[in-house]
């Protein structure tokens, strides 16, 4: 299975060079012991919280599709509330480390919820976790939660309980629990209805727009999928799948300029096979040549049947029969019953050497010849989860009729189409994601560690400029674990810790940079939070020292027009 090397990834290497291998965790939704139904949809927002903060923390996280695709694969339903031992079990196909589940309970407005860690290895039940409040500050709660569960698993993780608490900051309750529901509903119109709610009420809400994307595409509703999805901000964590089911709308649409350029952004950071597949078709149903994608596909993944069947009918547009040959016979090495391929290879064998040809060989020559191969098993239909277009139902927004429409393999009219992958493959897309990562820890490591430093709070400033807290927290860290005297690295701290809210942190941090070099960030820190406290002489000081270091800083004139603001009131 595809999760099955996660844990081997996971263990290769310390993740992004923290000192600590990552550990897989699985959250389950929390049972609802309120007996209010209402209030179910309560006990699957704590796996969404705990999954997003885990991740941000450095762990590995099995989400609810993956969690979908074991149950699958112990003949479980869906929606089946497993026992302890049947989580087990689950945990164990699913190559668990730890295994995080739990109740909650609401009554007069207050909330209570407890977790327990149950560590795979030993087995063992860690003690029991609990948070309380008010039922209007569940996220908080949440998050609060998710700290605790973090420092329990790994307790040498130097991460601020406060930092977990504002990750969540600006989002509304009311916007959350839409979203929730909408993830939940089993109607995709209640799903549709509630995510819009969503992002009506949260208008930067990306995983709401993300999923509101999804369900339209999934209610084959292509044209509006590509508004919500164009919502998600690039480079965001969220991008990469926002882009692969936009590039899937504007190839239904028949927009294939626009798809080939979503699929080739892909591509650029992470070149899997069934997005150079889709970027291959979008590239041919433009009339040109994308042939070498799909040589590239099937390199990648060879035992995949629908990728040599694109192969072959992009080597039949070029006129190479003989490629072509080559690629739908493996093919239907593969899957020996695909009537198409079939039907594909008779028509190339008629191309190459004439009608002829195809009188001559007998129809079950062929089926007699493939049934004495045997498929890989990687390749059947029960453990394949990419989910391919087949020619029957493909029919592309141009009007170009399929081959399968009845046009027979001799006729002029015959023209096979690529089979498009429609599935985004989440646990394939972060396995490849951690493996960059490692990469990326890989090279650190190599570099001086002064140039690792600065590398190190590059990617930070990047983290929180798009909110991302906790990871750019991380970074700083080991930014100051290279170099005890970047100066850069405990200004971008002092910002982490301004932005959570951690004023008197976020001063010391700030001090520490300047004692180290003076520098515009530093500064500005110190202005920002003596401007919050009404301190405006402090606050004009440190303007005019980020001044005189960077005349031309718009973020020094913006505080200093406040300043002037308030001093004119």
């Known amino acids: 299975m595809a999760l099955s090397t996660l844990p081997s990834l996971a263990q290769s290497a310390p993740a992004s060079g923290l000192g600590w291998d990552g550990h897989l965790v699985w959250v389950l939704p929390f049972e609802n012991n309120s007996a209010q139904p209402g209030l179910d949809w309560i006990g699957s927002s704590f796996p969404d919280i705990m999954n997003q903060r885990l991740t941000s923390a450095g762990f590995l996280t099995i989400h609810r599709e993956d969690r979908r695709y074991a149950m699958e694969h112990l003949g479980l339903p869906s929606d089946f509330h497993p026992t302890q031992a049947t989580t087990y079990r689950i945990a164990q196909t699913l190559d668990a480390d730890y295994v995080i589940f739990g109740n909650y309970s609401v009554a007069s407005g207050q909330i209570t919820a407890t977790a327990r860690v149950l560590e795979m290895y030993g087995p063992r039940m860690e003690a029991m976790l609990e948070v309380k409040g008010n039922l209007d500050q569940l996220i908080p709660l949440e998050n609060e939660l998710a700290w605790k569960v973090a420092m329990q698993i790994e307790p040498s993780l130097h991460l601020d309980e406060q930092t977990f608490l504002a990750a969540s900051q600006g989002l509304r309750l009311d916007a959350f629990e839409n979203y929730i529901r909408g993830e939940v509903e089993p109607g995709i119109e209640e799903q549709i209805s509630h995510l819009t709610k969503a992002v009506q009420l949260s208008p930067n809400y990306t995983q709401a727009w993300l999923a509101l994307g999804k369900a339209y595409f999934a209610n084959q509703q292509y044209e509006q999928a590509v508004v919500p999805l164009s919502k998600v901000p690039q480079g965001s964590r969220h991008a990469l799948e926002a882009q692969f089911y936009a590039g899937l709308s504007y190839l239904y649409t028949g927009n294939y300029a626009k798809a080939q350029t979503e699929f080739s952004s892909i591509a650029s950071v992470l070149p899997m096979p069934e997005v150079l597949n889709n970027e291959g078709i979008a590239i041919n149903r ?65 191309l190459k050497d004439g009608p002829i040809a195809v009188a001559a060989e007998p129809v079950s020559a062929t089926q007699k010849n493939m049934s004495t191969v045997k498929a890989p098993a990687a390749s059947t239909p029960s453990t ?177 027009q406040a300043i002037q603001s308030q001093l004119g009131k």
């Open 384 to 560: 394949d989860r990419s989910s391919i277009d087949k020619p029957e139902t493909n029919t592309p927004a141009s009007g170009a009729s399929s081959a399968t429409a009845g046009a027979s393999a001799t006729s002029p009219d015959y023209e096979p189409l690529e089979r498009i992958a429609r599935s985004y493959d989440e646990s394939a897309f972060r396995q490849a994601a951690f493996a960059m990562e490692q990469m990326n820890a890989m090279k650190l490591h190599s570099m001086a560690p002064d140039a690792r430093a600065t590398l190190l709070c590059q990617q930070g400033n990047a983290y929180v400029n798009d909110g991302l807290l906790l990871e750019a927290q991380r970074e700083f860290q080991l930014a100051l674990a290279s170099d005890p005297q970047s100066a850069a690295a405990y200004a971008g701290l002092a910002q982490v810790h301004e932005y959570a809210g951690s004023q008197s942190i976020a001063q010391h941090e700030a001090n520490m940079s300047l004692q180290i070099q003076p520098n515009v960030a530093a500064y500005l820190v110190l202005a920002r939070l003596a401007l919050a406290q009404h301190s405006l002489p402090i606050a004009q000081q440190n303007v005019e020292h980020a001044l005189q270091i960077d005349p031309k800083n718009s973020a020094a004139r913006g505080i200093q």
């Open 286 to 350: 433009r009339g040109q040549n994308g042939t070498a994608l799909f040589q590239r596909v099937v390199e990648l993944n060879p035992q995949n049947p629908d990728y040599w069947f694109n192969l072959a009918v992009s080597e039949r547009r070029t006129k190479n029969y003989t490629a072509a040959l080559k690629a739908v016979s493996q093919s239907l090495v593969l899957r020996p019953q695909d009537e198409e391929a079939q039907r594909l290879r008779k028509n190339l064998i008629m």
